[in-house]
């Protein structure tokens, strides 16, 4: 026989959560199994009954291996070579957001107008001349296979010393020039370069003879915004009274050393005609 049981409706009942009496009729049995409240019902929490999930998928249904980009050549602008000074073998090269580092290898080409090259007059592949000779420099020289490695930035002769010496980490307000007034500066976010040793410092303002630069968030002198070991160069050591020698516009220029090289990379020379003095090649 099934046991029945009083409705309750005029009885009390024992809360198992305050203990406090409540209406029998209001009381309802909790997931812990409390005999509680209507008002002091607690729900199960969510983390108690946690789904059953696999994991994240990772491979694409269409997969395809990234693009190699090839090496192709970067044409330059209309006079894009120039020479340093009389007796020099350095190189200007005016390449607009070159985007090189120091220590890259660079291969020039003459213009293209040999024709077929190594192919065939129905299937032709263009050569390359060879540029005309300019201040003492043969174009067949400039245009070497091996190419020639370059520093970031336009050679300059205006150097000065340090004033102390700097470490690898140096930045902050720390490197003094003995005489900076001869640096081009630009008090704005446009880089240029001190040249100590083989490392680059990238900087745009001198203020008491410090490098520093202009903050990206405001029109003050930042020094901490100077950068060691700019443009594929390495920080280091650097004593008191070494040479400093200015580098301008390092994102439109770079320069060599006629006969320092090693391996190729891509550059393309334009032709043209010669001039006296510090020559340029024009197209």
């Given at each position: 026989m099934t046991a029945r049981y009083s409705q309750g409706k005029y009885s009390l009942a024992i809360s198992d959560r305050s203990g406090q009496a409540?209406?029998?009729?209001?009381m309802v049995r909790e997931w812990t199994g409390a005999w509680v409240h209507i008002s002091e019902f607690e729900s199960k929490s969510p983390q108690l009954e946690l789904k059953v999930t696999g994991g994240d998928p990772q491979a694409l249904q269409h997969a395809r291996p990234s693009r190699v980009a090839p090496v192709v050549l970067v044409l330059l602008p209309n006079n894009p070579f120039e020479t340093y000074a009389a007796a020099s073998g350095i190189i200007l090269v005016s390449s607009p957001s070159h985007g090189r580092d120091t220590s890259s290898?660079?291969?020039?080409?003459?213009?293209?107008?040999?024709?077929p090259g190594s192919g065939t007059t129905d299937d032709p592949i263009s050569g390359y001349a060879t540029p005309p000779d300019f201040d003492g420099i043969s174009g067949s020289?400039?245009?070497?296979a091996a190419g020639y490695t370059i520093t970031v930035g336009r050679y300059t002769n205006v150097t000065t010393t340090l004033a102390s010496e700097i470490t690898d980490t140096t930045t902050n307000s720390g490197i003094t020039l003995t005489d900076g007034s001869s640096f081009?500066?630009?008090?704005?976010?446009?880089?240029?370069v001190a040249l100590i040793g083989s490392e680059l410092i990238r900087?745009?303002?001198i203020s008491s003879n410090v490098l520093g630069e202009v903050s990206p968030e405001a029109t003050s002198l930042n020094p901490s915004w100077v950068k060691r070991g700019a443009y594929g160069s390495t920080a280091a050591t650097h004593s008191a009274g070494a040479t400093v020698r200015n580098l301008t516009s390092p994102t439109n220029w770079y320069y060599f050393t006629v006969d320092t090289n090693t391996a190729t990379v891509g550059g393309i020379l334009g032709g043209g005609t010669v001039s006296s003095g510090p020559v340029t090649l024009s197209a």
């Open positions: 409540f209406p029998y009729p209001e290898t660079v291969t020039f080409r003459g213009p293209t107008d040999v024709a020289n400039i245009i070497k081009l500066t630009t008090n704005d976010k446009t880089p240029q900087y745009s303002t």
